[in-house]
């Protein structure tokens, strides 16, 4: 798993989230000479920055797969742009980055090799280390958003509604085990593509009041390649619910 803080594009993100947060909410209107009010927000920013925050599972997992709920989150950062399609209405396409964890509930990680038949193939094995902490299974992806949203008054803090959806490619995929073994801790991790989808996509849907929602995804894909799973299982369809908090 790819550690949010240890990240180091995460880090950058997370700046200049904070930065442009701060600037936003601290500049968010300028007085003309006549003292009338003026909504400036879109003269700093002509966008906003989301941090979506959530708890992912697979619907159909691969049997070996079993999830831990509270084990298996997803984080993502995103730049959104901002149309006026009407009084009510906004288009807001973007670009974002995420990562994807998900923990195993039983002792097993991941292992991309060769099957009996030669076939290059995803295969799961029992972990044999004495005491096992954590196993985990992540892939961070760049992804492109595109979402339309409701505003039923916007002159004033009330319910929002969006729909949309998203399209992204993996940009590194890792499993993390972390065990015991005669009194000492150890981290073992390897980086590999894992024959993960090379393209994702999926629905989106969100509710909520001011800069707080809360959103539900779902893919419409595979979270690994067809056939490439070395079990008679489908290769699982992400699905993540969580809160965001929007920048504006």
Same mark, same amino acid.
């Given at each position: 798993?790819?550690?949010?803080?240890?990240?180091?594009?995460?880090?950058? +993100?997370?700046?200049?989230?904070?930065?442009?947060?701060?600037?936003?909410?601290?500049?968010?209107?300028?007085?003309?000479?006549?003292?009338?009010?003026?909504?400036?927000?879109?003269?700093?920013?002509?966008?906003?920055?989301?941090?979506? !925050?959530?708890?992912?599972?697979?619907?159909?997992?691969?049997?070996?797969?079993?999830?831990?709920?509270?084990?298996?989150?997803?984080?993502?950062?995103?730049?959104?742009?901002?149309?006026?399609?009407?009084?009510?209405?906004? =288009?807001?396409?973007?670009?974002?980055?995420?990562?994807?964890?998900?923990?195993?509930?039983?002792?097993?990680?991941?292992?991309?090799?060769?099957?009996?038949?030669?076939? @290059?193939?995803?295969? !799961?094995?029992?972990?044999?280390?004495?005491?096992?902490?954590?196993?985990? +299974?992540?892939?961070? &992806?760049?992804?492109?958003?595109?979402?339309?949203?409701?505003?039923?008054?916007?002159?004033?803090?009330?319910?929002? =509604?969006?729909?949309?959806?998203?399209?992204?490619?993996?940009?590194?995929?890792?499993?993390?085990?972390?065990?015991?073994?005669?009194?000492?801790? !150890?981290?073992?991790?390897?980086?590999?593509?894992?024959?993960?989808?090379?393209?994702?996509?999926?629905?989106?849907?969100?509710?909520?009041?001011?800069? +707080?929602?809360?959103?539900? &995804?779902?893919?419409?894909?595979?979270?690994?390649? @067809?056939?490439?799973?070395?079990?008679?299982?489908?290769?699982?369809?992400?699905?993540?619910?969580?809160?965001?908090? =929007?920048?504006?």
């Amino acid at each position: 798993m790819n550690k949010f803080f240890a990240h180091p594009i995460f880090f950058v +993100f997370l700046v200049v989230f904070t930065f442009c947060s701060s600037a936003t909410f601290a500049q968010n209107m300028r007085i003309d000479k006549d003292k009338n009010i003026i909504n400036t927000r879109d003269e700093i920013i002509p966008g906003y920055f989301i941090l979506d !925050f959530g708890v992912s599972s697979l619907l159909n997992a691969p049997d070996p797969m079993d999830l831990k709920i509270w084990g298996s989150w997803s984080v993502n950062l995103s730049y959104m742009g901002n149309i006026n399609l009407g009084t009510n209405v906004k =288009f807001l396409p973007g670009v974002s980055l995420a990562v994807d964890n998900y923990m195993f509930k039983d002792d097993v990680s991941l292992f991309r090799g060769n099957n009996v038949l030669g076939e @290059e193939k995803i295969q !799961f094995y029992e972990l044999k280390q004495d005491e096992i902490k954590k196993s985990k +299974f992540s892939v961070t &992806y760049i992804d492109i958003p595109l979402e339309f949203h409701y505003i039923p008054n916007p002159t004033k803090k009330g319910v929002r =509604f969006a729909l949309g959806g998203k399209f992204g490619i993996p940009v590194s995929a890792a499993t993390k085990v972390r065990y015991k073994d005669d009194g000492s801790n !150890f981290i073992d991790k390897t980086k590999n593509n894992f024959l993960v989808s090379k393209v994702r996509y999926g629905a989106l849907a969100r509710i909520g009041y001011g800069s +707080f929602y809360l959103f539900g &995804y779902y893919g419409l894909n595979s979270l690994f390649q @067809e056939n490439k799973l070395d079990c008679d299982c489908n290769g699982g369809s992400p699905i993540t619910i969580g809160i965001t908090l =929007f920048a504006f």
